[in-house]
């Protein structure tokens, strides 16, 4: 198999790197966006937006840049290598796709102009407090009121809710709170009345807000996708989302890696660079055999990503989700371990891409999740 990037790709790459990297060079200035209202730069959302990012999953008919799992696996390595605080994968891997695959084509024809030019910036108000990492655990509601719909629940930790000004808001319309079936997905102004939300700082520098939903009335036209049932494309853009995770996980542990071996060559203690130390060396041998295997089942997520088979791409993810969990584990406690108490300051880079693997190990599940739900699929592949 031709693992292989297009020139088109390469370019891609060339232009993303670029981009964040000279953004995130300095990691006082990063420390300076984080300290914003939005809590990232305006300007650089601009620059995704020129560079095409903003569209990259819209097809080239509706205005997008056409690109795939492979492009968005490029541009979320380059995210996690560069620390980017952008909305990216808020706003475009689960907003966006979920208004590609959703939506029809009166609001793809309208959101997706906005969303490219980067003044429509989206946010998933999914997760609720008793759901863990069940997807099917939606206790907020939606009832029918006149030609609309009265929204009434809470939400927790909405990824860059704070600083969206549309949120996707799931809500139960039938069937029991953890049903499969009975979900219902909703465009809803973030300035709607009824609508808060309260934006805090995430470990990882991040942002999050919970969002509180008091009888917030909107239109029949705010449907995204059919009545009851949200629950399959919910499924479908969280496989997306976690291999776009993955390619971000890994090009934090690349870089994490990367750091940590530069480390071990300059670094003196009795005369002699530690990395001379046999124990080190071993190590630093473990971090790399644990980050090709997750660059293996990154590469395998990407493929398997947009299966039509559903059965076997939720196993396949949920493959990938196991490993790109356990290798960010290993790997970043390793980085810390062998910088020593330097690797913790916030004045270095480790311990920043050590909080950062560590919010993607828990998000859409962790490795103990994604066991069980592989055990309950009946394995990897099919007896």
Same mark, same amino acid.
């Given at each position: 198999?031709?693992?292989?990037?297009?020139?088109?790709?390469?370019?891609?790459?060339?232009?993303?790197?670029?981009?964040?990297?000279?953004?995130?060079?300095?990691?006082?200035?990063?420390?300076?966006?984080?300290?914003?209202?939005?809590?990232?730069?305006?300007?650089?959302?601009?620059?995704?937006?020129?560079?095409?990012?903003?569209?990259?999953?819209? #097809?080239?008919?509706?205005?997008?840049?056409?690109?795939?799992?492979?492009?968005?696996?490029?541009?979320?390595?380059?995210?996690?290598?560069? @620390?980017?605080?952008?909305?990216?994968?808020? #706003?475009?891997?689960?907003?966006?796709? @979920?208004?590609? @695959?959703?939506?029809?084509?009166?609001?793809? &024809?309208?959101?997706?102009?906005?969303?490219?030019?980067?003044?429509?910036?989206?946010?998933? =108000?999914?997760?609720?407090?008793?759901?863990?990492?069940? @997807?099917?655990?939606?206790?907020?509601?939606?009832?029918?009121?006149?030609?609309?719909?009265?929204?009434?629940?809470?939400?927790?930790?909405?990824?860059?809710?704070?600083?969206?000004?549309?949120?996707?808001?799931?809500?139960?319309? #039938?069937?029991?709170?953890?049903?499969?079936?009975?979900?219902?997905?909703?465009?809803?102004?973030?300035?709607?009345?009824?609508?808060?939300?309260?934006?805090?700082?995430?470990?990882?520098?991040?942002?999050?807000?919970?969002?509180?939903?008091?009888?917030?009335?909107?239109? +029949?036209? &705010?449907?995204?996708?059919?009545?009851?049932?949200?629950?399959?494309?919910?499924?479908?853009?969280?496989?997306? =989302?976690?291999?776009?995770?993955?390619? +971000?996980?890994?090009?934090?542990?690349?870089?994490?890696?990367?750091?940590?071996?530069?480390?071990?060559?300059?670094?003196?203690?009795?005369?002699?660079?530690?990395?001379?130390?046999?124990?080190?060396?071993?190590?630093?041998?473990?971090?790399?055999?644990?980050?090709?295997?997750?660059?293996?089942?990154?590469?395998?997520?990407?493929?398997?990503?947009?299966?039509?088979?559903?059965?076997?791409?939720?196993?396949?993810?949920?493959?990938?989700?196991?490993?790109?969990?356990?290798? &960010?584990?290993?790997?970043?406690?390793?980085?810390?371990?062998?910088?020593?108490?330097?690797?913790?300051?916030?004045?270095?880079?480790?311990?920043?891409?050590?909080?950062?693997?560590?919010?993607?190990?828990?998000?859409?599940?962790?490795?103990?999740?994604?066991?069980?739900?592989?055990?309950?699929?009946?394995?990897?592949?099919?007896?």
């Amino acid at each position: 198999m031709d693992f292989e990037f297009s020139d088109e790709q390469r370019l891609l790459r060339d232009s993303v790197d670029r981009l964040i990297g000279q953004a995130y060079d300095d990691l006082g200035h990063r420390k300076k966006m984080q300290a914003t209202e939005l809590g990232f730069s305006e300007e650089l959302w601009g620059k995704y937006a020129e560079l095409g990012l903003l569209a990259l999953p819209f #097809s080239e008919e509706e205005g997008g840049f056409g690109g795939g799992t492979v492009e968005t696996m490029i541009v979320m390595e380059a995210v996690g290598r560069g @620390l980017a605080l952008e909305p990216f994968f808020a #706003s475009i891997i689960l907003g966006g796709n @979920l208004v590609r @695959l959703g939506a029809s084509a009166e609001q793809r &024809a309208e959101l997706i102009p906005q969303i490219a030019d980067g003044s429509l910036r989206l946010a998933f =108000a999914h997760t609720e407090p008793q759901a863990r990492y069940d @997807l099917n655990n939606v206790k907020t509601f939606a009832q029918r009121s006149g030609n609309g719909w009265v929204l009434e629940g809470d939400k927790s930790v909405v990824v860059h809710g704070d600083s969206a000004t549309k949120l996707i808001v799931s809500a139960r319309t #039938s069937g029991n709170y953890n049903d499969s079936a009975g979900i219902t997905l909703f465009l809803v102004d973030a300035g709607a009345p009824g609508l808060s939300r309260r934006g805090f700082p995430t470990q990882d520098g991040q942002r999050g807000a919970p969002v509180s939903l008091a009888r917030v009335e909107v239109p +029949e036209s &705010a449907v995204i996708g059919t009545v009851d049932r949200g629950g399959a494309l919910i499924d479908r853009v969280g496989d997306i =989302a976690i291999a776009a995770l993955s390619a +971000e996980a890994v090009g934090a542990m690349a870089a994490l890696h990367a750091l940590t071996m530069e480390y071990l060559k300059t670094r003196k203690q009795f005369g002699v660079t530690i990395g001379s130390f046999q124990v080190l060396q071993h190590r630093a041998v473990d971090m790399f055999t644990a980050l090709e295997q997750a660059r293996s089942m990154e590469y395998f997520a990407a493929m398997m990503a947009t299966a039509e088979d559903a059965r076997e791409r939720r196993a396949a993810i949920s493959g990938a989700k196991v490993q790109i969990n356990n290798s &960010a584990r290993f790997i970043g406690q390793s980085a810390i371990q062998m910088h020593g108490g330097i690797g913790m300051t916030m004045e270095y880079r480790a311990g920043h891409y050590f909080k950062r693997l560590t919010m993607i190990e828990s998000t859409f599940g962790d490795a103990d999740h994604h066991m069980r739900l592989i055990d309950r699929a009946g394995g990897l592949l099919e007896a």
